[in-house]
């Protein structure tokens, strides 16, 4: 590796350790990574000047005197990396500073289906345009997490049932040109996995299962509410996404020919669904059936529940804990533990910004050494400091 890529590798790895360790000195930092103080401190220095890391605290100087311990950390107020989640009926922002802290969050009432899509789009980016402006804050970045087939790489919604998109649609250039900052795309579930990513970012990688359940509206013939589920899947904190990026489109193993819906029930019954506990649970043991295969399958160490699932409802926590049980081959318990998304209702629009989290600071250390020149363009701030424009 040639010395600019050395020190773009090496830039990298610091900030990754700042993310994950608030508050971390120098000396620990050197250690951990076992680079020389003199390289630490031009690292430090050049990443101070840029506004993107600032000193938490000084210590006092150990009892033999000495240097003081200074502890730095990732400036929040550097930018901020916002989340869409894009449905139907409904348009959710969130705005995450570079710590992976929630700055605001607006759900806007808006039909973004077929045409309708970039209109509304543009209309949820105004709004998050005059709330950056009103925090002064610059804006690094947007991601959106959408239903359907989503191709992340090309930027693409191959399809989406509920944006009533049947054909390829390249969304990238032209959300871009709303923006004016990088975007990421990608399926909604795929984004509550990221999500849940950052959330954990401290512990040991993990396998897991995120199920995102959403009552999505529909307006042909006549409007009619029935249910959604997504899947995530992630691997060692990698999110799988399949061949044709199709991976997670669920349909029930009990499905019938001539329904409607992704499950064995009528379309009178998930209609109901909604407002009628019975049906509800009926639909919630279905679907805990078909996730504990999977999770069996795959010996996953977590499964977590989004969308419209309550955290208040242990029943269906207990659903799922139960139907993975009868599942399992063995006397002893499977290793899943079973709980509802750390962010609730934002887990899209969080997951989405997420995105951008990840690949800037979250990468392991085998990652950062061929994708280190990614994370670091990602932290570009705009010419125009005071505002996203």
Not at 39 to 57: P, S
Not at 281 to 309: C, M, P, Q
Request: hydrophobic letters at 40%.
């Amino acid at each position: 590796m040639n010395s600019l890529l050395t020190a773009q590798y090496n830039t990298s790895r610091v900030l990754r350790q700042l993310w994950l360790h608030p508050g971390i000195s120098r000396a620990e930092i050197a250690d951990r990574l076992g680079l020389n103080r003199s390289t630490l401190t031009h690292i430090i220095k050049n990443l101070t000047d840029q506004g993107l890391v600032r000193v938490l605290d000084v210590g006092e100087a150990g009892p033999l005197g000495g240097r003081k311990n200074v502890r730095l950390t990732i400036d929040p107020a550097y930018g901020c990396f916002a989340g869409l989640d894009v449905q139907a009926d409904l348009i959710r922002i969130v705005g995450v500073d570079v710590t992976g802290s929630v700055l605001f969050q607006k759900t806007l009432r808006l039909r973004s289906t077929g045409k309708r899509f970039y209109t509304s789009c543009a209309k949820a980016f105004d709004w998050l345009r005059g709330k950056l402006d009103e925090l002064n804050l610059p804006l690094l970045g947007v991601g959106y997490g959408l239903p359907g087939i989503v191709d992340p790489d090309e930027q693409v919604i191959r399809q989406s049932i509920p944006l009533d998109m049947t054909d390829a649609e390249p969304i990238g250039a032209r959300l871009a040109d709303q923006t004016r900052a990088p975007i990421l795309v990608d399926n909604d579930a795929n984004c509550c996995c990221w999500g849940e990513i950052v959330a954990k970012r401290n512990s040991a990688p993990s396998s897991f299962l995120f199920v995102l359940g959403a009552w999505r509206t529909t307006y042909k013939p006549v409007r009619q509410d029935l249910t959604a589920i997504g899947v995530g899947i992630a691997i060692h904190d990698a999110v799988h996404r399949g061949k044709d990026y199709s991976a997670g489109e669920f349909r029930s193993i009990e499905w019938k020919p001539g329904r409607t819906s992704q499950f064995s029930l009528s379309d009178a019954e998930i209609s109901a669904a909604r407002t009628e506990r019975r049906v509800f649970s009926k639909l919630t043991k279905e679907l805990a059936r078909n996730a504990a295969l999977i999770v069996n399958v795959l010996d996953l160490d977590h499964l977590y529940l989004g969308g419209f699932f309550d955290a208040d409802d242990p029943d269906v926590v207990k659903t799922f804990q139960q139907e993975i049980q009868r599942n399992w081959s063995y006397p002893n318990k499977p290793a899943c533990e079973v709980r509802f998304s750390t962010h609730g209702e934002l887990s899209v629009a969080y997951g989405a910004a997420s995105m951008f989290l990840v690949r800037a600071f979250g990468q392991s250390e085998e990652l950062l050494l061929t994708g280190h020149r990614a994370g670091i363009t990602l932290l570009s701030r705009p010419r125009d400091r005071s505002g996203p424009h």
